[in-house]
Structures are given as structure tokens and as C-alpha cells.
RNA sequence: GGGCUCGUAGUCGAGUGGUAAGACGUUCGCCUCACACGCGAAAGAUCUGGAGUUCAAUUCUCCACGGGCCCACCA
């Protein structure tokens, strides 16, 4: 019986076929496909098992269309929770390199679990391009890159606020935020306005900060304030004076409709800030300790909030305290509340790129359609610049000095790259401008910069290959990142090269949980590729994921579908086993019986025809779903319930005068059996090349895609894309065969309702039928007696179809 | 608050401007010489609700209700 040695078997032989190799010399047109470099965390989970499997699928499609397929493999490695790990394992006491070259030992182990369970899955990816991000000559593209873009007037230096976690001292990402409910005070401060004694009543959660205070925002729409907007207040205790503006981001209906902007309390805050071009206050220290606040100085938020409510108090400016609940964000790692600080960071302009960004999108080919509208929503909503460096020692080194005294940057050397600048002196001895001392960089490149030009990696870039000029002709991604990596590649690619990525982009959703939500380690509801590999064969799961539904849509995980997909594997096989012994007592004629295929025969073969039609339109479109359910249906139920059932009885036949007969359902069997294989292939590679081996020693791999021909005439039928006529019946074969089979199922009916065995025998049956059936029907009169086990067949004419059986 | 997406038999899940694949489950029968991981049969859907367009809507439009995802906001 089938079981995963077979896979290991055929994976073997492929792999030393040089089956999947990639060859650049060749005169076939190039396929290349971009998948996502997994990040390294040791093991794949549900939803990177379903793209290896669903663009390998697609891969080996390509390889049968006699394409030129360039599969590459990359490893996505830097990253904080690789860093964690390394923590977790060796404390932090490690210096820079060595806490580096822990780093690169942690994903290198990682990368060998992973790629075995993508190998075990069948994955044939050619591994003389795989790629790493950490590895010298990814990098040196990644700054060569980024370089570029400097030329281009894209990168530059500048203070800007970061969310910043104050008990682990760093910059986090916006993944790395998660939200919390809370409880707090809305405070009401009265803010006197200058040159009047009135007073204006502004709510805050923030009273800490109020010595970050650089302006007092309404809307300008609010009737009760806009008579203010330009004047100024003076801000309690600190008495420094702030400007009233508008904005209409302020809601009217909270607090008092009046908002203090620190720099910075929150993300408008921020906003407000750009917007405004207020002025920058910093407010507390890496630490989270109060900077430049007078006596609170010094002080952590949580205490100094109380301290500066009482001298509020005190100060009697305090007019009202309000229990709210609010949702502040927090760091997903320590739950500490995440904060705003402003530092030198680098950035790329992005901004102005939006509409170039949305204009390329829109000429790539989106599977499902509706995910370019997730690039667009995203495209229209950015807010400021990319901010690309990292507070981490794990990433990519920013290829850049700068002047400590004037902030000069100097580039590193395009040619002597990969670079650190911590390690390497810069090509001048100092600033070009000021002569003062120049400085390396202790932050490292954003992961996305890493992974956003990996279609121009593995055409090669900069130097592309003749075979690989981008763009590249795929890439499979999950929605989730459509407004990190699809984006980000987007605009990197048009930046360097002016063009667009790729010429499509599938974007697959998530496999949910059995409980219908997401598979998260805390709620238990996970799957594992490493676990279904013990209980399955890989081509069970990547039946499975082809039959997992619409792309782009949501799949509840179910072993039950995994069992259907283990079933369809099954069911080849043993039809395989029926057809191999059918084959060795009738033999495989050489060259199509034409003269003795029966109705049967003829109808099987043009079904096949346009299944041919039909997969070959879906596989090109990328809908594995449609693909795998059409040869299911097709296989399962027209070939095997009734073409096999309904052929049986010539096969077993000992008879003589049945020898051409017998030879010629053989002759169909063979055919339809062993170009099915061809068409489930690219899905389920090792069952259909070990059912393969059964009959021939060539390999399924290397193998035409079966070609699909119109046939001209309703009563002509098609053979490997080759018409032929037959004169047998006077009308359609899809319409005979259909009837046929129907009448078979009459009889079915009639015996089961009668609680007998299929292959009773019964005494006849007597079939109505309008006149154009009248020829097909006399003509299949003997075969319906031997298929049916019954004793004769009346046919008469009549205007409404009708069997009756006599038991 | 905004965008996208979905709402089809007990469950999962395709699809179409002319009343709906398939799977699982259920019921009944069959160990029919490839397969009981199987074969045959049966029951089960007013295609979330309402309005509109149309000769005709599950399929198009609008509204409502209900899931999901993403984004924004939460002073």
C-alpha cells in the first residue's frame, strides 16, 4: 500500500534526475517564481506548508508546458526573535559579534528543520539559487540597494519618533504591539488663556507629559473654540505658553472638545505634529524616565503622574476627574504601555511614491483580483516616510557613516561591499564638510528592506541573467502581508529598475483553526506541516491545499478533508491495480483501434478531451481548486464508476470473437488512466509517478501536459489532440453516453430497491426512446445485457424517454 | 468610523442572469473477481432578510442583519 517511503523514493530519483534545475542557456521561455523567504523560526507552519505546496503545484504545471522553470528558495533570517532566542539561550552578556554569530548558528539550524519539511512536502524548489538573507552576497545587494536609493535622493537621516518600549530599552514594530483594555482618569486641566482671565478646560489621560506640551488642538468646526484657534494658552505649573490650532481630528464630543499635543503622547500626537510643525519636546528618556520636567525630572511615568496630579491639585487647575476605559498599546513581549520617543533615525521617502506604487499594482495580474484593493487602501494611507533602521544588532548594517558633528553622510563604497560601519573605516578620513570625526552605525536595517527586493535577487540582480529579466512571472504571498511585502517590493522594485515585480502576484489567505479562528499557540487549535507529514503522504496534503477552496478566501482546517484527499490518492491506485491487470491479459495495442472503439469507449475518451480543456484553463489561471475538482469528478465517477464498470465484462471476456473489443477498451483504459495521471500531476506527484512506473519507464517528470482539441463535429472524437471520425452513432457521443449511463443507473435503482446485489441477475428491460436515439440504442443492446447482467433489451420508439424493468 | 470579504442542505464548500457541483455526515442495500480508504441508492437547500432592475435573480443594484480580515480612532 501507499505510504511516504514512495515519496522519499521518487524524491530522490527527481532530485538526481536534475529534474527541477533551472538552465540558463536554454532556448525554452523562463518562469520564475518568487515565494516568500520564511523567517527562521524553526519549523513551518499551516499556511507556509500551503503556498510551498500550492506553488510547487504550479511549478511542476509550468515544467510540463515545457517551460524553462526557475524555482528558487530563500531563507528570511534576521530579525528580533531570533535575537530572543539567543537571549534566552546564552543570557545577555555576549558582545556584538558574538551575540551575531550565535544568531546566525540559531537560524542556520532552524533553516535545515525547515527546508526538510518543504523537501517532504515534495517542494522542488532548485537549490543552486537558494538564497539567505544573512549570507555576504545578499546582504551586499541589500546595501548595494539601499545605496542606489541614496543616489537617488531617497534615503536621509533624521529625528523622528519611534514607539519605544521603556523596560526593554528599544524600538519595537508595529507587528510587535498588541492592544489592552484599561482602566484610567480622564483629567480635566484648566489652561488659562493669555491676556484674559477666562479659562479653558482641556481633558487628558497623559498629565505626565504635560511639560511635553506644544499646543492645544480643537476643531475647527466647534463653535465653542474657533473664535480661539491662533491665540495662546498658558500651560499649569510649567507656565510656558502654547498656540490654540485646528484640526479636525479633534472629536468635539470628548473631553471638552479641547486636546493638549505632546510630543509625544499617542500616535496623533504625532500626526499633529508633522502636520503643525510644532515643536519637539523630549519628554522622557530611553528609560522612561521624566526629562526636562522641572522637579518631576527624573521620575518614572507611573509616579510622575501622580506627583503632577496633586501639585495640579495644588496648583488648583485640576477641575475634574472621569473613570475611563481606553485601549493603550503595549509591547507583546513585556506588556509595558508602548511610548513615543524621537531619535535619529534613517528613512526612505515613500510618500511621494504612493501613486506610482498603486499605478504598477494595478498592471499586475492579482489572484484573487479583490487583494489589489488591499494595496491600494494602503497606498492612500501613508502617513509619513519609511522609517528603516532598527535598534537591532541582528539585521543588515546600514551602509553609511555620518559626521557626529554635522550629521554629513558619507556612503560607503559601492564596491567593497558587504560593509559594517562599525567595524570598517570610511573611505575619508573625516567629514568632507566640517572635518569632524565620522561615526559607524549601531542600528541595522528593517527586515522588509531585506525581503522587499527578492524578485530582483533571484533574477540576478543588477547584473541580470539573460534567462531572468525581470519581472518575474510570480509570486505567492498571504494577504496579511499585502501592505508590508507586496508593498514594499512594489515601490523598491520601481525604484531600482523602473518596472514592475512580477507579472502576477497570488495572494492566499489563512488556515483557520478547527474552531473557526485563527491557529494561535495560545488557544491550542494548531496544526503542524510536521505533524499531518506523519499521518499523511505529502500528495494527501497537497491535494488537500488544492482543494482547500477559492484562493483568497479563509479554510477552516479538518482532517476530514485530509481524509477525502487520502481517499481520491487511494482510489487512483487501486484503479491503477485494476487497469495493470485488465492491460496484461489484453495487451496495449500501439496505435488507436479506431475501427473497434465502442460507444463507451469513445464517450470516455471525449470527456477526457474537454477535462483536458478545462484544467489546462484552470491551471493557467491559477485556480488549483477548479483543476483538482474537475479530475476528481471526472476520474472518480465518469472513469471509474461507470467507464471501468461499464468496460469490465470485455476485459474479463475469454471469448474470441471479443478479442478487438477487449483490445480496444485496453487501448482506452491505458489512455485515459495514464493521461489522467499527467493532468493530477503538478498536485500529487509521487502517487501518480509510482502509478506511472506500473506501466512505463519514463518519468512523469519531464512529460508533455496533455493538449486539448475542439472537436469539429459532434460525432467526432479526439485522441492526444488528434480528430477522428466515427460513424457508430448519428448523434452526439456526450448525449449517447449520457443516456447509456442512465439507463445503467435505472437498472441500479431497480436493484437496489430491491435489496439485490448489483450483479444479480435480472430478466430484462424494455427502453423508450425518441427516434434520434433509436440507432445508438439498438446498437448498445448487447452491451447493456452484459453490463447489466440481465437476459435482453427491447428498445421501442416513443416521444418521452422511459425504462421499465422486469426483475 | 472607513475599506475589503463572506453569509448556499446537519457540517464543509464550488458555481451560475433561466430554481444549485462535490465532500463529510445520515438512512437503506451490497464483502459485484481494483478498491469496504469501496460500490449502488435515498433523504436533506424557499441559495441570511427586505426592496429594486429584468420576461427571468441565488447570481446585478441598494438597504438591513450577521461573521471574518485590514486600517483609522480611543486626548
Known amino acids: 500500500m501507499y505510504d511516504s517511503a514512495i515519496d522519499a523514493k ?80 546564552y543570557g545577555k552578556g555576549l558582545g556584538r559579534d558574538d551575540f551575531y554569530k550565535k544568531c546566525v548558528e540559531e537560524s542556520m539550524g532552524n533553516i535545515a528543520n525547515m527546508k526538510d519539511e518543504m523537501l517532504r512536502l515534495g517542494a522542488s524548489f532548485d ?12 546582504v551586499s545587494k541589500v ?69 511635553a506640551c506644544v499646543g492645544v488642538a480643537v476643531n475647527p468646526n466647534d463653535k465653542r473654540f474657533s ?20 484640526d479636525e481630528a479633534v472629536d468635539m464630543t470628548f473631553g471638552t472638545g479641547a486636546e493638549m499635543v505632546c510630543t509625544f503622547g499617542d500616535k496623533a500626537d504625532v500626526s499633529m505634529y508633522y502636520k503643525h510643525k510644532l515643536a519637539l519636546v523630549d519628554a522622557i528618556e530611553e528609560n522612561g524616565n521624566l526629562k526636562g520636567a ?101 539585521g543588515t548594517p546600514i551602509p553609511f557613516w555620518h559626521c557626529e558633528r554635522c550629521g554629513e553622510i558619507v556612503p560607503a563604497d559601492k564596491g567593497k561591499l558587504p560593509v559594517d560601519t562599525l567595524k570598517q573605516k570610511p573611505p575619508l578620513n573625516d567629514c568632507p564638510k566640517c572635518h569632524g570625526s565620522l561615526a559607524g552605525e549601531t542600528n541595522t536595517l528593517d527586515g522588509w528592506v531585506d525581503s522587499s527586493i527578492t524578485p530582483l535577487v533571484i533574477c540576478g540582480w543588477p547584473e541580470n541573467r539573460k534567462s531572468t529579466v525581470p ?29 514592475k515585480p512580477w507579472e ?90 479506431s475501427k473497434d472503439l465502442g460507444i463507451f469507449d469513445i464517450w470516455i475518451l471525449n470527456e477526457f478531451n474537454k477535462l483536458v480543456g478545462r484544467v489546462t484553463k484552470s491551471y493557467d489561471s491559477y485556480n488549483l481548486y477548479e483543476a483538482a475538482n474537475a479530475i476528481i469528478n471526472f476520474y472518480w465517477h465518469d472513469f471509474c464508476d461507470y467507464y471501468i464498470e461499464n468496460v469490465k465484462y470485455r476485459i474479463y471476456s475469454k471469448d474470441k470473437s471479443m478479442e478487438r473489443s477487449k483490445h480496444a477498451a485496453a487501448f482506452t483504459l491505458n489512455y485515459v488512466l495514464l493521461n489522467s495521471l499527467k493532468l493530477i500531476a503538478p498536485i500529487a506527484p509521487h502517487a501518480t509517478e509510482e502509478i506511472n512506473s506500473m506501466f512505463s519507464k519514463e518519468s512523469l517528470m519531464g512529460q508533455k501536459f496533455p493538449v486539448h482539441k475542439e472537436a469539429p463535429h459532434n460525432m467526432d472524437y479526439v485522441i492526444n489532440g488528434v480528430v477522428f471520425q466515427s460513424d457508430i452513432v448519428d448523434i452526439d457521443f456526450a448525449d449517447v453516453g449520457a443516456l447509456l449511463n442512465n439507463v445503467i443507473g435505472e437498472v441500479r435503482k431497480a436493484k437496489a430497491k430491491e435489496h439485490m446485489a448489483l450483479n444479480s441477475e435480472i430478466k430484462g428491460i424494455e427502453v423508450t426512446v425518441p427516434r434520434q436515439y433509436l ?3 439498438e446498437q448498445s443492446k448487447s452491451e447493456l445485457i452484459e453490463i447489466c447482467k440481465m437476459k435482453e433489451v427491447k428498445v421501442k420508439e416513443g416521444s418521452d424517454y422511459a425504462v421499465a424493468i422486469n426483475i
Not at 503622574?305 to 487647575?317: F, H, N, Q, S, T
Request: hydrophobic share 40%; glycine share 6%.
Open 471 to 499: 519581472p518575474a512571472s510570480v509570486r505567492i504571498q498571504g494577504t496579511d502581508i499585502i501592505r508590508t511585502w507586496a508593498f514594499y517590493t512594489i515601490f523598491r522594485t520601481w525604484a531600482l529598475t523602473k518596472g
Open 294 to 394: 522641572g522637579k518631576f525630572t527624573g521620575m518614572k511615568l507611573k509616579e510622575a503622574r501622580k506627583k503632577v496630579i496633586e501639585a495640579l491639585k495644588e496648583a488648583g487647575a485640576l477641575t475634574k476627574q472621569e473613570k475611563i476605559k481606553h485601549t493603550v498599546k503595549i509591547h507583546d513581549r513585556c506588556a509595558t504601555p508602548i511610548e513615543f520617543l524621537s531619535s535619529m533615525q534613517w528613512f526612505i521617502k515613500i510618500k511621494d511614491s504612493a501613486q506610482k506604487i498603486k499605478e504598477l499594482g494595478g498592471e499586475i495580474q492579482w489572484v484573487p483580483d479583490f487583494a489589489l484593493q488591499r494595496l491600494e487602501d494602503w497606498s492612500n494611507f501613508i502617513e509619513w516616510d519609511w522609517a528603516i533602521s532598527r535598534n537591532r544588532i541582528f
Open 775 to 777: 440507432k445508438a440504442l
Open 504 to 593: 502576477s502576484i497570488i495572494a492566499h489567505s489563512m488556515i483557520l483553526g478547527s474552531d473557526g479562528r485563527e491557529m494561535h499557540k495560545s488557544l491550542g487549535n494548531g496544526v503542524y506541516p510536521a505533524e499531518l507529514l506523519k499521518k499523511y503522504t505529502a500528495d494527501s496534503i497537497r491535494l488537500w491545499v488544492a482543494l482547500s477552496g477559492a484562493i483568497g478566501k479563509d479554510k477552516i482546517f479538518s482532517y476530514k478533508d485530509m481524509d477525502f484527499a487520502k481517499n481520491f490518492i487511494n482510489k487512483l491506485y487501486n484503479s491503477a491495480l485494476f487497469v495493470q491487470k485488465g492491460l496484461s491479459e489484453a495487451g496495449v495495442p500501439k496505435t488507436e483501434p
Open 10 to 89: 521518487w524524491d530522490k530519483i527527481w532530485r538526481d534526475s536534475k529534474a527541477f534545475l533551472f538552465d540558463e542557456k536554454s532556448d525554452k521561455p523562463s518562469y520564475i517564481i518568487d515565494t516568500p523567504p520564511p523567517f527562521t523560526n524553526g519549523a513551518l507552519h499551516m499556511g507556509q506548508a500551503f503556498w510551498v505546496c500550492y506553488i510547487d503545484s504550479i511549478a511542476r504545471y509550468k515544467r510540463m508546458q515545457g517551460f524553462n522553470v526557475l524555482y528558487p528558495q530563500g531563507w528570511d533570517a534576521h530579525g528580533f526573535p531570533t535575537e530572543l532566542a539567543v537571549e534566552q539561550k
Open 127 to 138: 537549490s543552486r539559487y537558494e538564497y539567505l538573507t544573512i549570507s555576504d552576497d545578499y
Open 143 to 211: 546595501q548595494l540597494s539601499v545605496l542606489q536609493m541614496y543616489e537617488n535622493k531617497m534615503v536621509y537621516r533624521a529625528v523622528h519618533p519611534v514607539e519605544w518600549c521603556v523596560s526593554c530599552v528599544t524600538t519595537i514594530s508595529r507587528e510587535q504591539a498588541e492592544e489592552r483594555q484599561e482602566d484610567t482618569n480622564l483629567n480635566y486641566l484648566d489652561f488659562k488663556l493669555s491676556g484674559s482671565d477666562k479659562k479653558m478646560s482641556i481633558a487628558t489621560t497623559r498629565p505626565e507629559l504635560l511639560h
Open 227 to 246: 473664535g480661539l484657534i491662533g491665540k495662546t494658552v498658558t500651560v499649569p505649573i510649567y507656565g510656558n505658553e502654547v498656540m490654540i490650532f485646528g
